[in-house]
């Protein structure tokens, strides 16, 4: 098996000295660049059902969950190892779709696939670690919102995991707010629970007057959803945003934390495993 | 939890920009350094189980299992990410403990934990990725053993993971060997196994004359057990090995990974969770 992936992996990377094959990887940096490091579970029967997740959805969707953190530093992804357990049922044909499926999203954003361990479990589980790089000092972070700064999304809110099996990183976007966001995070819990997050660490309350809901779904799920895989930021009023974004309302001085909407304050309700 | 965890997270290291508590951890490499990255799955019901092991022996051993690729490589560890999946049953003492295990054995090697994921499950799932640095090109690698080397372990061999829940890396010991070992990896799959691997890689054979039972175990465990955590690695016959090393034998020419002992093939029957 690992020398069947092995020879798929695409693309290569000079800065990989040496990747699937021995007890580690071996990477050599870039001067001037900071690094990024993220690593995310997939769990059978937690982030996704096998009927109705194919392998190809599955290996996606793996490595999509890594690459949306490493969007919201700004950061341009490099390499991903995969610890990865088999359930006894799935087959080899199973195993290729799966691998299809992560490795086609890596080619489209340029990551090696540079190691990982392999393991047996009665379900599938997936955890992603994704390696991005910046240049030094310029990776986006939660903290730094401020009074007065519009706060945005990148697009309207409210999916659901049942129905969102390949989502898009804003990797692109992420590029496009380095120097510019105030505060940037990706929105994979919840508005209302990551806003909270970002607001906290910031200081700062925020007054929201707009929420964009996806066609289809209600204004409960787009405040409290966890599937949107969107950036969530926050840049001075007066600078121009990147093409797409929404404005969702300002941050404003109040108790570090605070979520109001159209004047009342909003329960952080998102996706939270400790709270269920 | 986080807010907990992040309190305790014990040492500290100017390399990281930022740690716990953002989408990614950053990091600043130093200049002439290669980092080396591994990840290693410990899973309930494959790896352990809670009527066996404590939360504390849970906690060290997911640390030392990538510790112990980490010392394979003669790196030094720097930091680690952990994806934690807690089952229903499992309280706040248990998590306590849990990471107490994990940052005692954190902090004994000077490794930062940066951050992770956090999850749940039926069962508890660890995964833990480790970061090393060791001077630019010096990693050791399992390839690179040559006809004529011999060949080392650390310590005798047989253990199995029902009695060796707190293994201790061989950090101090990989260092040793960096510009010294021709070829160096770690035994947590099966001597038959892993030499076989560390052959074939390196394109030659193995013939050895004797096996280092530990005591109460038999030669099939030391052979094809797999809860060793020792190095196993190879240098020129004229070099002196380190403290503690025990020569098995030496690479000989002959098909790629092959392994003889006593002049008879032994089948590479360690754990290998797709054989089983």
Redesign the interface.
């Given at each position: 098996?690992i020398r069947r992936v092995s020879a798929k992996v695409q693309p290569r990377n000079p800065k990989l000295?040496?990747g699937i094959?021995?007890?580690?990887?071996?990477?050599?940096?870039a001067?001037g660049?900071?690094?990024?490091?993220?690593?995310?579970?997939l769990?059978d029967?937690?982030?996704f059902t096998r009927d109705l997740y194919s392998a190809r959805d599955i290996g996606h969707k793996t490595l999509a969950r890594g690459l949306s953190?490493?969007a919201?530093?700004g950061?341009a992804p490099q390499f991903c190892?995969?610890?990865l357990?088999?359930a006894p049922d799935v087959d080899r044909r199973w195993v290729d779709a799966f691998y299809s499926g992560l490795l086609k999203l890596a080619s489209r954003f340029g990551v090696v696939l540079?190691?990982?361990?392999?393991?047996?479990?009665?379900r599938v589980?997936c955890?992603i670690?994704v390696?991005?790089a910046v240049p030094?000092g310029r990776?986006l972070?939660?903290?730094g919102a401020r009074p007065g700064d519009s706060i945005y999304v990148s697009g309207r809110l409210g999916r659901c995991w049942r129905e969102y099996r390949r989502p898009l990183p804003r990797i692109e976007l992420g590029f496009a707010l380095r120097g510019r966001a105030s505060a940037c995070?990706?929105l994979s819990d919840g508005l209302s629970l990551d806003l909270h997050r970002l607001c906290t660490?910031s200081g700062v309350a925020a007054a929201l007057d707009r929420i964009p809901v996806r066609r289809g779904f209600t204004i409960e799920q787009a405040l409290h959803g966890g599937e949107d895989y969107e950036l969530l930021w926050t840049m001075p009023a007066r600078r121009q945003p990147p093409r797409g974004a929404i404005r969702i309302g300002s941050i404003v001085e109040g108790p570090p934390g605070r979520v109001m909407l159209e004047g009342k304050p909003i329960p952080t309700r998102g996706y939270d495993?400790?709270r269920?």
């Open positions: 098996l000295i040496r094959g021995d007890d580690c990887a071996i990477w050599r940096p001067p660049e900071d690094l990024v490091f993220t690593t995310d579970f769990l029967g937690v982030h953190d490493i919201a530093m950061a190892l995969l610890s357990a088999l540079a190691g990982g361990d392999l393991s047996h479990s009665d589980l955890d670690f390696c991005g030094k990776a972070q939660r903290r995070m990706d660490v495993h400790f269920q």
